[in-house]
């Protein structure tokens, strides 16, 4: 298994571009996550996904869109980005059962 | 909103000495508890969890949980440098489908 993958690994973006960050997992995880970690910060909730077709906001939804057409993929979508959204954006992934969520290797966004 | 606090250090510590890392949370209702270390430039890893009052031993690891107090510690006896990390402290949301993170506690351990 790949566990969770997570595509680019690095980005530079232009003020009010846009970009869709990749997020796959083959391991039927039911719950999807995306944290965004800034510099010396812990890991902050942006959305979650419990199955297909189910999105939640977390603690930090604004300027983010996500969605969940299938069980394997998570797409997270920056429209027109902001310097403040330049971070290192964390994938992960649990089954409905667990409780220890696995993360993918991260993006790492800069917006300028 | 559910907080989780701890102290962002840096803990520095001596090979071979034991290092405490605290965290509290501010839910009296929360139940489950999760140590989560990670390494720069890395991602998270789960390496200790905790459900019930009192300590949980793996290896040099060791999680305390007093509920009445709202508090969980992370101890790492015999300390190596390939400890040295950040530990982050994470309880689950209100509605039991995610994880709240703390700021995370790094750690220095010296040879």
């Known amino acids: 298994n790949a566990g969770v993958t997570q595509t680019p690994k690095f980005r530079i973006l232009k003020i009010g571009q846009s970009m869709t960050l990749q997020c796959a997992q083959d391991?039927?995880?039911?719950?999807m996550y995306w944290y965004r970690q800034d510099p010396g910060m812990g890991l902050k909730l942006i959305y979650y996904?419990?199955?297909?077709?189910?999105?939640d906001k977390g603690e930090v939804p604004n300027g983010y869109n996500v969605s969940r057409s299938t069980t394997e993929d998570f797409p997270l979508r920056l429209e027109l980005a902001a310097p403040s959204q330049t971070s290192v954006y964390f994938c992960?992934?649990?089954?409905?059962?667990?409780?220890?969520?696995?993360f993918g290797p991260g993006t790492r966004l800069t917006v300028t | 909103q559910k907080e989780v606090e701890q102290n962002s250090g840096p803990l520095s510590v001596p090979e071979g000495a034991i290092a405490s890392l605290n965290c509290t949370y501010s839910?009296?209702?929360?139940?489950?508890f999760f140590w989560y270390r990670q390494y720069s430039g890395k991602s998270p890893e789960l390496i200790m969890s905790?459900?019930?009052?009192g300590d949980k031993e793996d290896g040099r690891f060791t999680a305390q949980l007093n509920k009445a107090s709202q508090y969980v510690s992370l101890l790492i006896r015999d300390s190596q440098p390939s400890d040295s990390a950040t530990y982050l402290c994470?309880?689950?949301?209100?509605?039991?489908?995610?994880?709240?993170f703390g700021k995370g506690t790094t750690l220095s351990v010296s040879s």
């Open positions: 905790i459900y019930s009052n």
């Open positions: 992960a992934s649990r089954i409905r059962q667990g409780y220890e969520q696995y």
């Open positions: 996904s419990v199955g297909a077709g189910i999105t």
């Open positions: 839910d009296r209702g929360s139940q489950s």
């Open positions: 994470a309880v689950f949301n209100q509605a039991g489908t995610a994880l709240i």
């Open positions: 391991m039927n995880h039911n719950y």
